[in-house]
DNA sequence: GTCTATATTGTGATAGAC
DNA sequence: GTCTATCACAATATAGAC
């Protein structure tokens, strides 16, 4: 039961989040979303006619957050350094707030790969320009210049990893709530430094 | 219909794997496993008596698989710039052609965190003593003083997450399939470049 | 070991009263 | 808009013949 200020329809899209994000698709009942949402089964069904509408507007929802973050960020008037360091601190900190978000999104972009043109367009996206930028901006701050998508990947992949093998992490070192968090406190300078200081290194290679 | 040569088991547990990998616990079918197999539904539950002990078979399996590996080559006698390379190659590729097994473990580490301690004792992993080991080497090694957990961390990272973004890469920057199998190639060379340059610029910090 | 048949429960979805 | 009742089918699991 989430939110009781607020519309029917949005309390059952709240609930929809919380079970979906946690379960997902398959594993997600429509009687547990009605319970979370403290209404009707039949509601639902009222609302968002079927399983799939429903997950669809969660899904969006989800990964309309995370891109918008992204791109305010990457499009910004920041220098280069500066994007790297607001990135990662904010999505490690998010995302770890929010652990389910980034497994959620990965297994739906499996799962209905196809929609994924329809949401970038929506949200404005555009990867190629998003590259460009990337490439000008190293060559010009940091005279380097290197193929912009292993970088990003890279980026990427030092934030969003960590969060989703939480469980890895909890378990296997044993960490408590408090030393977890702790560590991705830490992520948000120890990243920003090992990815400047890997790019520092091609300067030897590059640089004029 | 896989393996026609092997026993009715084994050809149960090779179709149960292919299903569950590619949709997870609550996506499979035990009707799907079973035609998968070319056998009746109800021996699949004469060998494995519930859908959960085939899981847990399967899910044993690709664990193992992938701690194995990891293990061999960080507990050998290579050089660490070596173990680096090494790992980096063979994961990339490895998961590359298996791109539904990352995911499919997250997933299930999510799902029943508390299996993972037996599975590490059953594997012989320890991960306190993998810390030790890679301190003391990139110490003597490279003449650096670093925590061993993040840079193990970024590894991972830097490994898994471009396979399990797959959808993501392939669906945004609308890559086909040979540019695809290009980019996991030239991330056995990127990554390793990336990672050490990383680690040697922190030579000047704590570098006597 | 392998099959057919069936029990049993769960689940998405709709009809219709209020 | 919200509820009760119910349909139709899917899915795990078992009983029992061969």
């Not at 399983?51 to 918008?68: C, G, I, P, R, Y």
């Not at 970088?151 to 990893?161: D, E, P, V």
């Amino acid at each position: 039961m989430l939110t009781p200020n607020s519309t029917t329809e949005e309390r059952i899209l709240e609930a929809a989040k919380k079970v979906f994000h946690s379960k997902g698709f398959d594993g997600a009942r429509m009687q547990e979303i009605a319970d979370e949402a403290g209404v009707n089964k039949s509601l639902v069904h009222y609302y968002y006619r079927n399983k799939d509408n429903l997950f669809k507007a969660v899904f969006e929802a989800a990964f309309s957050t995370l891109m918008a973050k992204l791109n305010e960020i990457f499009f910004s008037d920041r220098a280069f350094t500066s994007k790297i360091e607001t990135f990662i601190s904010y999505y490690v900190i998010f995302l770890s707030q929010n652990s389910y978000l980034p497994l959620f999104i990965l297994n739906g972009l499996y799962e209905k790969p196809d929609q994924l043109k329809l949401l970038l367009e929506k949200n404005h996206l555009s990867p190629n320009r998003l590259m460009d930028q990337i490439r000008k901006q190293v060559r010009e701050e940091l005279n380097i210049d290197v193929d912009p998508f292993h970088i990003y990947i890279n980026i990427l992949a030092l934030s969003i990893f960590p969060v989703v093998a939480k469980p890895l992490i909890q378990n296997i070192f044993g960490f408590s709530d408090e030393q977890l968090q702790k560590f991705y406190t830490e992520r948000t300078t120890v990243v920003p430094e090992f990815i400047l200081n890997a790019l520092k290194g091609y300067e030897n290679i590059t640089g004029s």
